[in-house]
């Protein structure tokens, strides 16, 4: 069945969809709370019903990406060989049914059909030390703030969990914004100060070398801020002024590029809770690191339905692309052993330290090919 098209749906149809979900939840919470890693220590295997187990197995990772997650390798025909149990199709039915659109809503933009590497609506300067999707990212959202700066009347950009400054610089020194940034990372701060004297340098160099295109108005560099913003107060820092406002107080537009977490939710809370802040242009990341509770669900309606819970491994699962894990099991890739071996290591360690039960390890690339005492 198709996913789910979340611009189609009204305001009822989108809570509708919310209560579904939970409904869906609530009902396989055993299963969705089930760890890798717990596969001999919990005996999952026989959780599941006989039903699903003489359907299940014996199946090969191929046969699993394609009978299971409906997603077959090319050319490949899904083709069961047993009935399976009703119960486990209207799992699988309403997974697919209650899933958004798996269907990429774009194409290649424009900017990339001449070079896949360099966008061609950013100058050299602006590109470098950026890769091909930020440069996308940069330029569309930077163009929407100086849209919306200009509309709203704001006086002052400020850009929050700014990393290394890629959007602050093509604000302040591609498009004239006055702008803040504020990183609680003093290494990555550093790195972007150093960063803007660069490209101040190749600006200048460029103005050299074409005479014609000089600018008019002078350069402002961002100004950087090494602060961290708890998403539980405001920040005093954030809504300080870069110079005295002519008229009246300051009016800040609040930006966030890849906002992790609970910085989203910091930047909803100063949009809604201070009268300096006129707009807001975030894009959310990292949905899974929000706090719970606190930030995690952000709307209070959702908080309110029964079996709305989700651990963070069951966030961190839905930021994930099923096609991935599909791909790894239709290639039935050498990484898949590394699950079972985890799996029963972790015998030895519930023996030896029961206490160390779901410790929040996280795995490390290509361990496959280590050997078991590294």
């Known amino acids: 069945?198709?996913?789910?098209?979340?611009?189609?749906?009204?305001?009822?149809?989108?809570?509708?969809?919310?209560?579904?979900?939970?409904?869906?939840?609530?009902?396989?919470r055993p299963i969705l709370d089930a760890y890798i890693i717990e596969f001999f220590t919990d005996n999952l295997w026989d959780t599941l019903p006989c039903s699903w187990q003489e359907a299940l197995d014996g199946l090969n990772p191929p046969q699993l990406a394609t009978l299971l997650l409906g997603m077959p390798g090319e050319g490949e025909v899904i083709r069961y060989r047993s009935v399976w149990p009703l119960t486990l199709l209207a799992l699988k039915s309403t997974a697919c049914a209650l899933a958004f659109t798996r269907t990429p809503g774009f194409q290649t933009p424009?900017?990339?059909?001449?070079?896949?590497?360099q966008s061609s609506r950013l100058t050299a300067p602006f590109r470098k030390h950026v890769r091909p999707k930020k440069q996308h990212e940069i330029r569309r959202l930077g163009e929407l703030v100086k849209k919306l700066s200009d509309f709203t009347g704001c006086t002052q950009v400020v850009d929050v969990g700014s990393g290394q400054?890629?959007?602050?610089?093509?604000?302040?020194?591609?498009?004239?914004?006055?702008?803040?940034?504020?990183?609680?990372?003093?290494?990555?701060?550093?790195?972007?100060?150093?960063?803007?004297?660069?490209?101040?340098?190749?600006?200048?160099?460029?103005?050299?070398?074409?005479?014609?295109?000089?600018?008019t108005s002078p350069r402002h560099s961002p100004h950087h801020v090494v602060r961290w913003v708890d998403p539980t107060a405001l920040c005093e820092?954030?809504?300080?002024?870069?110079?005295?406002?002519?008229?009246?107080?300051?009016?800040?537009?609040?930006?966030?590029?890849?906002?992790?977490?609970?910085?989203?939710v910091a930047l909803l809370r100063h949009f809604s809770c201070c009268p300096e802040v006129m707009a807001l242009a975030s894009v959310g990341c990292c949905y899974m690191k929000l706090s719970d509770p606190g930030g995690y669900p952000l709307s209070q309606w959702v908080a309110g339905l029964p079996g709305?819970?989700?651990?963070?491994?069951?966030?961190?699962?839905?930021?994930?692309?099923?096609?991935?894990?599909?791909e790894r099991l239709q290639k039935a890739v050498p990484g898949l052993r590394t699950h079972c071996y985890r799996a029963a290591l972790e015998t030895v360690i519930r023996r030896a330290r029961p206490e160390l039960r779901r410790p929040g390890v996280q795995g490390i690339p290509r361990v496959h090919e280590l050997k078991i005492e590294e």
């Open 165 to 215: 400054g890629h959007l602050s610089r093509f604000m302040a020194l591609g498009l004239g914004l006055m702008v803040k940034s504020i990183e609680g990372d003093q290494r990555l701060v550093e790195r972007a100060q150093r960063l803007d004297q660069e490209l101040l340098q190749a600006l200048e160099k460029e103005e050299r070398r074409n005479p014609q295109v000089v600018q």
């Open 110 to 117: 424009s900017e990339f059909l001449e070079n896949p590497s």
């Open 1 to 28: 069945m198709p996913g789910i098209s979340a611009r189609g749906l009204s305001h009822e149809g989108r809570r509708q969809l919310a209560v579904n979900l939970t409904r869906v939840l609530a009902l396989y």
């Open 237 to 264: 820092e954030l809504l300080l002024p870069l110079e005295n406002p002519c008229q009246g107080r300051a009016r800040l537009l609040l930006t966030g590029l890849h906002a992790c977490g609970d910085l989203s």
């Open 308 to 326: 709305y819970e989700l651990p963070y491994r069951l966030r961190e699962g839905a930021c994930h692309a099923l096609e991935e894990y599909a």
